[in-house]
């Protein structure tokens, strides 16, 4: 953990940067604009995360030698339908689908900086050097990009429910990844077997089926406290725009 390269050391910070430069200019672009308006970034992301994985599956189906490894099951693969559903849906369905892009991108990012390599493999070495590793690198800042402009565009307002569709989505994904993974044999977010010593050691003691509920429960678990603390620090700013607003109403 926290064993970043030479690569992951230039990359990752200019990225971050990148993307935190353009939301604040958006955010001031987008000013007094209305809802409808300032969600046209996030649309174009949700239609670009699914523009990278069309052209993932064309690359690797025509130009490289075949993987179930590259099928659309890994657990960041879910955005690519999440982003837009949560979008270009409204009313309830949006309020249900919002959540959960929000809060897994931030565990997303929480992994990349902690412990780029598993997300992002070697990539950052050699950005350019061939389609794998641009093509990782973008789709993952996707994500990143996702979270940070919903927050400064103030796309999404969290609700105290909110924590439901979040335990929803992980238990649909675990639905369908956990037999994916046992058919093909691979190991799609750490289904198989843990890049992580300590599960690693949990599933060798005792068994598959207790460590693949270990590894769904903490991902619930991780995705709730997640939603929690940023739902409290949501209250918070808005009692103190509250009481901003009040302020300066009575002067």
């Known amino acids: 953990m926290f064993e970043w390269s030479k690569g992951d050391a230039l990359v990752l910070p200019l990225a971050l940067a990148f993307i935190i430069a ?66 270009f849906t409204t009313g309830r369905a949006r309020q249900f689908f919002k959540p959960m892009p929000i809060c897994y991108s931030l565990m997303v990012i929480a992994l990349i900086y902690a412990y780029p390599r598993v997300l992002l493999g070697n990539s950052t070495a050699d950005v350019f050097g061939s389609f794998h590793n641009l093509h990782t690198l973008l789709f993952h800042h996707c994500m990143v990009a996702y979270f940070v402009f919903s927050v400064l565009l103030e796309d999404y307002r969290p609700q105290k429910s909110d924590w439901l569709p979040l335990v929803l989505g992980v238990v649909f994904y675990a639905l369908y990844a956990v037999p994916a993974a046992y058919a093909l044999n691979v190991n799609y977010v750490n289904i198989l077997r843990s890049d992580f010593a300590p599960f690693e050691r949990i599933r060798i003691s005792a068994g598959q089926v207790v460590y693949n509920a270990l590894l769904f429960a903490v991902a619930v678990a991780a995705a709730c406290a997640i939603w929690g603390i940023y739902y409290a620090l949501y209250r918070l700013c808005d009692i103190r725009r509250q009481k901003s607003f009040l302020k300066d109403e009575a002067a």
């Open 22 to 87: 353009t939301g604040v200019v958006l955010r001031i672009f987008l000013r007094g604009k209305s809802e409808k308006v300032r969600s046209v970034p996030l649309k174009v992301l949700a239609i670009f995360i699914v523009v990278l994985e069309v052209c993932k599956q064309i690359y690797y189906n025509v130009f490289e030698p075949f993987t179930y490894y590259i099928l659309p099951l890994h657990f960041c693969s879910t955005f690519i339908w999440l982003m837009p559903l949560a979008q």
